[in-house]
Structure formats: C-alpha cells, structure tokens
C-alpha cells in the first residue's frame, strides 16, 4: 500500500463522490398542496402545525409542545415560559450557535459561560455549579452536535439550587441520554427545523412543555403568540406581559409533517456512521475520538475529533489540508472562538449605546474563564456527516483519517 499522502504527490484515498439524496419529495409536496387547500395558512386555522405536534408529541412521548418560528424563538419562548427576566444570571455553553444566546438577552438576562467536558464538548456539571449564584434563574444546556450532555449532573445541580433547565436540542433529535430521549428530561426542550439541522421545515421550531401541565402548555403557548390566548372557544387578547410573535405557518407545518416521518432513518444511519468512524479511528496517536458514554447515543449532526498537535508534529491547519488532499472536506472546530470572545459580550453591549443588562452583573467574559472549551476549539477538526452517504464513505473517511494521523505521527517519532 502506498502511504504517501495525497498532498505529497501520493494516492488519493477517496476517489468516488460522497452520497447525496434530495430531502425533499412527493410526500412534502402532497403536505403542502393539502396545506394550501385548506384556504388558510394560519397555523390556529388549520391542520398542518397541530398534526406535526402531535406526531412529534408522539415520538418524543411528550404531552404538549409549541411551534415556534425558529430555534432561537423556542428558546426564547422556554426562557420567557421559565420565569427569565431581568437581571437573572443563565448559565449556558461557550461552544454554540448565538441562537441559544439571543432570548435570554432579549429577557434582560445575563448569560453566564461554564466550562465544558474535554471531550463530549458539552457542559461539565461542575464548572455549571461553580457558576451559580443567588441571581442564577437557569440553566440553558446544548446538546451539542448530536450528544448528550451529563443530564444527571445538570439536574442535581438545577434540583440543588431551584433552576429551571432548558435543552437546546437544536443540534440532537433522537439522541438518548441512558435511553431517554434528550429534550425530554429538563423542563424544556428546545428543537430547530432550520435547514441545516436533521430535519428541515426552512425555518421553525418546537419547544416541549415537560412538565405535562396543561395551564402552563397554554401559558408558554401564549409566549409564542403575542400572549393571544386562544384556548377554550374564545380568544383573549389582553395584553399583561411582553410576548413575540413566534408563530409557525401552515406550510412549515406541512413540511415538517413529511420530514418528521424521516427522522428516525436519518438519526439512525447518523448514529451508525458516527459510531463506525470512531471505531477506525480510535487509539490513533495524536487523535481523540468525541467521547459518547456507552448507554447514551448521539445522532451525530456533525462529527468532531480533537488533535493532539505535538504527538503529530504538526499543525492542525496542515492537518486539515492534508485530509481535504485525501478528499475528505473538513474544517477546523465548529465556530471560530468561544462565544464569549464576540464583540456583544467584549463591549458588554447587546442594545446599541447602552450596557444594559451587563451592568446590573460582575460576571467576567475574559479569555480564558473556560479553558477546556477554548482549548477544544483550537485543536478541534470537524467532518460531515449525512445520512445520505454510503458505508463506503465513512470507511474512507476512516482510511484518510488513519492515513493522515499515521503519517504525521510516525514522523514525529
Ligand atoms: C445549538 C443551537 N442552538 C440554537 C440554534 C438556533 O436555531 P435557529 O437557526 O433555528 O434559530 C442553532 C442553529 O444553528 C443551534 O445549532
């Protein structure tokens, strides 16, 4: 076998394209022309987005949920719903979309950034408890990229000091935490529809109601819809707290009907290819595979490993272009730095011209308050992974990876 690495003039390890499969067909069309014979796009109206809930309610085994018009919204609509306002402190995640940010800023409520787990890349119980205060309202936890996170370590920290626990699952559908489904085990679980995420509406949202109580599913319904409460034959409008318009259309509804249908297969081939490729490329030198406890499972929205530069002897940017020369596109991390390193948290300044609500709290955004999430963002290298490739593609994926590392690590040696 010739090891000569592609970018050195040898033999590209994958030569045949990855998989592809349209994610739209006849079934979302039919969903929509019945949607649009309805003569009403109005999700109260008509039946598109109550029967997507309710077939999600019965996947997720869950007795209430809300639409929302985006993972951001349903994250917000969870905040607002737990009781967020200004002033409280929320502890959240350092590595994620500013979607799990936006609503607890537009609450008045100051995110507060926790330490992560080295290699599940998610919160570590510990930092989250370090970080509680008599201000702490919450606890905004990421599952991120398809893996839980330490559930029973959240919730006694949230049982200990009488927080509320949203579950941004943006990044996790189907993912089980010891056999239960994430979203399902804080008093809120918070899912996306973008179209980036598992399953696609273009835009949207669900937010579960855990607690199964039908006055608060109403309550957190009315968070979503202007506090319209549209519940019992008459609509009530009366205007006594703040509340978006967070609605989701029919026709997002319908498409979600048809795509909810797919979401098992498509976590499932996910959760299959993950655990293969951790199973070629562990114990490499110099790698570490992300970490998924034997009793949980990730549906894998994107695939991580960390480097181990040193061991290597080289550079994760070298690293990267030596695996996009072996025909695996990659990149390095998930997003560039830790969130709190953005400019809004530097100048404590989410409303223009004012430092409100950072000045109501001490709480620090220097570099270095999580060490393990910036040091995981350095030395990260994320690859795809999609339900649409072939066996065949995650095998090369495997043999590029292994290629790649052996080389680098035998010429540390
Ligand atoms: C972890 C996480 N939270 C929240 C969001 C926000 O979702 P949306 O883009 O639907 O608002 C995303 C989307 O990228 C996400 O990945």
Redesign the pocket.
Known sequence: MNNQLAIDGGPKTKTVPFGTAMRFGEDELQELKEALEQNTLFYHAGQKVKTFLNNFNALYGVRYSVAA???????HIALGAAGVTVGDEVIT?PI?????L?GILYQNAIPVFADLEPHSYNLDPASVEARVTPRTKAIVV???AGNSCDMDGIMAVARKHNLQVIE?????YMTRYKGRLVGTIGHYG?F???D??HISTG???IVTVNSGDEAEYYAVHAFADKNYRRFGGTVIRDLNALAPNYRMTELQGAVGIAQLRKLPAICAARSRYGKRLSEIIAGLPGIAVPYVAAENESSY?FYMFRINEQQLGTTREAFCDALRAEGIPCSAGYIPDVVYMQPLFQKREAYAGSHFPFELSDVSYERGICPEAEAILRTAVRVEIRECFTEQDIEEMGAAIRKVASYYSQQAR
Request: net charge negative; charged share 10%.
């Open positions: 018009s985006s993972g951001t919204a349903a994250i995640s994620t979309d500013q979607g799990t936006v990421v599952h991120l941004d699952c943006a990044q996790s918070c996306s529809t973008n980036f995420k835009d949207g949202g929205w």
